[in-house]
């Protein structure tokens, strides 16, 4: 019998918590260092592939699958599968999005890991915001509209208060202000955020503007964003077409990706033949130091970002090491003896 056993770390969402993944500066560098070696070759990330039910038209529910390969001293293999229900949110206490990754040894293939992922994406969502913020973002930002007060909305203050210093306050804009009430008190003593219900007059005043709602079409007017902002879109629907069209530098998470998933700014516009892949800048172009970022403190920098599946893997593989130090987790054999070899 060979010696490579079949061992699998359960985490449950719990035990992933306890093996860091609250820690916002360790997400930050787990996500800047993905970009880098997605830039340097070193990283196959396939587009995602999604499941709608009943079918795209009607959708009431999906589920992704987001399957990546990271070498280098990395070198794990793995795939988030991403979901989302309606229905979810009319029950008390259940989650919109419920995610699962699972890590394998790229040499035998034998998962290494299966981990609840739902709060990985929340944290690792924001820290692509935090990414770009910190080489887009103008060095003179002192205020920031963070427009969402969900999941997302609550890891995205602390991605971009690390990533931008310089900022002295948050306006944290939702429909329900008792959300962004809710998400300010849990802040309150560590940063200045602000519940706002008026997101003209928020976006008004902020040199960053960070959007991560649900939003089916644009809400966010071109005249309401200053011409040396920075907008950063996390949904396909958030920002009017003006906004990206006009900036001066187009940041991009992923090309191929965007370009192809209909509904998305990226997409609409490049159709309409108004956009081409030259005259946008990616995020590991960013990171790896083959693009510049902000240049000057006259640009106006828009970036538009779905996630990589990557960045979701590179993260699950630093939990689970920890998780490995640590003792942390449930160990499971996927089989005593292997029938049929």
């Known amino acids: 019998m060979s010696g490579y056993k079949p061992e699998i770390l359960f985490l449950k969402q719990e035990d992933v918590i306890a093996a860091g993944l609250l820690d916002m500066k360790m997400i930050l560098e787990a996500t800047e260092k993905t970009f880098k070696m997605i830039a340097e070759g070193k990283v196959i990330n396939p587009s995602k592939i999604q499941l709608a039910m009943p ?9 992704m699958s987001m399957p990546s390969y990271i070498g280098g001293d990395i070198n794990v293999a793995g795939f988030k599968w991403a979901s989302e229900s309606r229905f979810n949110i009319t029950q008390p206490g259940m989650p919109l999005g419920v995610d699962l990754t699972v890590l394998s040894d790229p040499l035998t293939v034998y998962p290494k890991a299966i981990m609840d992922a739902t709060l990985i994406t929340a944290m690792r969502t924001s820290a692509a915001a935090g990414v770009a913020a910190k080489y887009i973002a103008s060095k003179n930002t002192k205020v920031a509209c963070l427009v969402g007060a969900g999941v997302i909305g609550r890891t995205m203050v602390s991605a971009i208060m690390e990533s931008v210093p310089s900022i002295e306050k948050i306006l944290l ?3 329900n202000m008792a959300k962004a009430e809710g998400i300010a008190k849990e802040y309150e003593g560590k940063y200045n955020v602000v519940p706002c219900g008026d997101t003209e ?5 902020a040199n960053l503007i960070v959007t991560m709602t649900t939003a ?3 809400f966010l007017k071109a005249e309401w964003v200053k011409p040396n902002a920075t907008v950063i879109q996390m949904a396909p629907h958030e920002i009017e077409e003006e906004i990206l069209l006009k900036a001066d530098k187009k940041i991009i998470d992923n090309w191929s990706q965007l370009s192809h998933i209909t509904g998305s700014i990226i997409h609409k516009t490049h159709v309409a033949g108004k956009l081409e892949e030259e005259m946008c800048t990616t995020l590991p172009q960013l990171a790896a130091g083959l693009k510049p970022g902000r240049e000057s403190e ?5 970036c538009a970002t779905l996630g990589v599946g990557a960045v979701d893997i590179a993260i699950a593989h630093q939990l689970y090491l920890n998780a490995l130090e640590k003792g942390i987790g449930q160990k499971l054999m996927l089989w005593d ?5």
């Open 201 to 205: 007059a928020a976006a008004k005043q």
């Open 298 to 302: 006259d640009e106006l920098c828009v």
């Open 216 to 218: 089916t079409k644009p």
């Open 173 to 175: 804009c939702d429909l």
């Open 55 to 63: 079918d795209e038209e009607n959708m009431q529910s999906f589920c």
């Open 337 to 341: 003896n292997p029938l049929w070899v």
